[in-house]
């Protein structure tokens, strides 16, 4: 790795965990243990308190980092929550990053979801209530690894999809349709809190995963694919930073789903910067974490 991508690689890692000791209390009685699914892929799977019911939920975790950085560790905080909150588990996937180039981040995420599948039982799931979810870069690999599932023939694997401020459009890649609704990379190009538009742009280059796609290539950003790619699409719930140049991903996002007949729905949270879930913002990131298990327990509806 590249000695000025490995300083922001650890400067990210280090600034994410060490902010999740100024985040409220995760529910308590939350049990985790790590899994090596291949050679490439590792796992944390977290269990709630002990529940009656037979099986649960079963929520598969892509962590953000924009395809560079993070891991199991950078937002164990959040999957945390969702398993307590929402009372089913997580299983949180660490996946290749930088410079493995696209789409093996896509592969390992995959891999990762089938193994929960297929190991369902065993982990007291139900597999009729699966759910992918990612945030930021892992946003989009949620996204990709649900439309390669769907269109794989395998739409009874999953249920539903939360995408919290996903990263998953490039902006020389928005359908015509929907141009007019992508307007955050440009109006937020300057300099804003945490993530700018200069580095999204950058992770797109690093991984090889910018514009222009091949018809092998474009299944990687369902976004670029218009409505009528989407129809089989799973339940889809987004939220999104008013403050964060990717904010527009979610709103063609959005339109497309609704255009395709794919049940939406979305949030943008106002004023807030990117990941600001993960910030010691005490009101701010009560309501978007309210948010969020709300929008979960919705796709569950």
Sequence with gaps: MPEGLEATVQAFNGLMTSMAYKLPSTPSGVTTCDEQVNSNVKVRIYHPRQQHEASLP????????GWIAGNLDTEDHTCRTICGEVKCIVVSIEYRLATHMFPLPIDDCLAGYQWAYEN??????DQSRFLLCGGSAGGALALAVAYRLVSQGQKDR???LILMAPMCLHPDAVPPKY????RSMLELSGDIPFVTTEMVLSSYDLLGAKPPYTDQTKEW????L???ALQDM???YIINCEVECMRDDGAVLEAEFSDAGVGVKRDVMPGLPHYSWSFPLEKAGQRFRRNLIEGIRWVLE
């Design 58 to 65: 079963l929520i598969v975790f892509c962590h953000g980092g």
């Design 120 to 125: 369902a039982s065993e982990l007291g799931a």
């Design 158 to 160: 999953i249920q539903g």
């Design 179 to 182: 141009s007019h609704l992508h």
């Design 221 to 224: 950003f369902p976004a670029m």
């Design 226 to 228: 218009g409505s009528d």
């Design 234 to 236: 799973p339940k889809t």
